[in-house]
């Protein structure tokens, strides 16, 4: 299955949907086309909108621990939202629902 990123701005923040898995195929991937969104962008706050994230294991996981702090390095928020349970549940047994901030909706955000 191959990943997909579509961008959008809403108001202050930068939306970033993610169509397909996050696992070590793909994660190289997603970790190059966000590290040059956030380089990118004058907005502040980058909302992942994992809504359609059915998979992400440790490769993943790793990737978006780095794009976290390359965001804090440029001064600005890497927030996650509309985790599918499935998704939520590695984040919570890896405790990395204490690192991001997680949100239900892009909205909220």
Sequence with gaps: MSIKFEKKELADKLVVSIHGEIDAYHSGEV??????????????????????????????????????????????ELILASLKQTVMRIFEMTRLDRVFKIVQTVEEA
């Design 31 to 76: 970790k190059k086309f966000l590290k040059d969104v956030i380089s990118e962008t004058k907005l502040s706050k980058i909302v992942l909108d994992m809504s359609e994230v059915n998979y992400i294991d440790s490769a993943g996981l790793g990737s978006l621990v780095a794009l976290y702090k390359d965001a804090r390095m440029s001064e600005k």
